[in-house]
């Protein structure tokens, strides 16, 4: 059976779909991979405070920019802090009031709070470079960038159809794809010893959007085996959403690119790799890759083209790279500790010898 076509609002407390139930208890089991995403990005939080700026202070100031690089990464600037206002929108207006079990809701809870530290972080380098605040609305003068955020708010979750073409467009192509277009371009920077605590800004972002990519795709295949939402048709129009964000993004890169090529990239780099990445993310969404990155269906697809950005695979593969700064790992994680609660070497034994020694 497929609820395709039901709306997922009038679903919510018949016992029919297990993502739109609530126990109303605390209860993480039913879904424990949501668990653990909302688990690892509590483990990964960052600040943009923690990054310092100086040195990007200094080199947007000087010569060590040309022309062309400072107007590319302006133009960069001016459309990726609206891109996380958008995604952390979704994720408020379209997502939690849809998504009821508890795993699911602190998972998404997770997501958007970390989406506001994005924000915060690309606000603060901008204006720490001493960018008016009018430059976070000149993304409206450009059509290319004015397209992209009307397209995002163009989705909806009237059906259940509706609801996997979101999650696929913002999952897939937005967080997964869109936004690592700019990942790349800002990359290319601190790869020439150039604005390295963007650099570290980007590659903690990058970190979380991978996250945030992965999970979503787990929630888009369990919400399409639970309601039978994703039917050829869906699929094709999936497939669809893959072409017109990357026509988007083709836009978006010549106006990036508008004054001409950049030192080791040319906008042609970034399309390229723009392609492969829809190619990759239709492929997690087990649809037909367009692109000819990779070929085949389900369960055997192969790539068939190389990564296009082989300097960017090597610096953000698994996303423990050197920190710009000084020799510790961008793998980040307050929480992540190691550590029992019980025995001679726990934490409560440690705290009575503690007291004792206080005694």
Not at 64 to 88: G, P
Not at 191 to 212: C, F
Not at 273 to 280: E, N, S
Not at 305 to 327: C, R, Y
Request: contains cysteine.
């Amino acid at each position: 059976m497929t609820y395709a076509d039901a709306n997922p609002f009038e679903l919510q407390g018949k016992g029919l779909i297990g993502l739109l139930e609530t126990t109303g208890t605390y209860d993480v089991d039913r879904y424990p991979w949501a668990y653990q995403c909302w688990k690892r990005q509590q483990q990964i939080h960052w600040m943009g405070e923690e990054v310092p700026l100086g040195e990007d202070i200094k080199d947007w100031q000087s010569d060590i920019l040309t022309v062309n690089e400072r107007n590319l990464l302006t133009q960069i600037f001016r459309f990726f802090t609206q891109s996380d206002v958008e995604v952390s929108d979704n994720y408020f207006k379209r997502y939690i009031p849809i998504f009821q079990p508890l795993e699911v809701q602190m998972m998404m809870a997770a997501f958007t709070n970390i989406e506001t530290v994005h924000i915060d972080a690309y606000a603060l380098l901008l204006k720490t470079l001493g960018m008016p605040k009018s430059e976070f609305e000149v993304f409206r003068d450009y059509a290319a960038m004015r397209a992209k955020a009307d397209y995002m708010k163009s989705f909806g979750t009237n059906t259940c159809a509706d609801v996997a073409r979101t999650l696929a467009m913002f999952g897939a192509f937005t967080e997964g794809m869109s936004l690592f277009a700019s990942f790349a371009m800002l990359m290319n920077f601190p790869r020439h010893n150039k604005m390295k605590g963007m650099g570290q800004i980007v590659s903690w972002s990058v970190r979380d959007e991978s996250l945030h990519c992965e999970s979503i795709l787990k929630l888009y295949h369990a919400w399409a085996e639970e309601t039978g939402a994703v039917t050829k048709s869906v699929g094709d129009d999936i497939i669809e959403v893959a072409k017109t964000m990357v026509s988007l993004e083709d836009k978006f890169v010549e106006v990036a690119f508008e004054l001409g090529d950049v030192e080791g990239m040319t906008p042609q780099d970034i399309q390229n790799y723009v392609r492969y990445i829809a190619d990759w993310r239709l492929t997690q969404l087990n649809l037909t890759p367009i692109y000819g990155y990779f070929t085949g269906g389900p369960g055997d697809y192969q790539q068939k083209q190389s990564h296009p950005l082989s300097w960017l695979s090597a610096m953000l593969n698994g996303v423990e790279h050197a920190n710009f700064f000084e020799a510790r790992a961008t793998e980040y994680s307050k929480a992540a500790m190691r550590g029992s609660w019980h025995g001679e070497e726990g934490t409560w034994a440690l705290f009575d010898a503690q007291k004792k020694k206080v005694a």
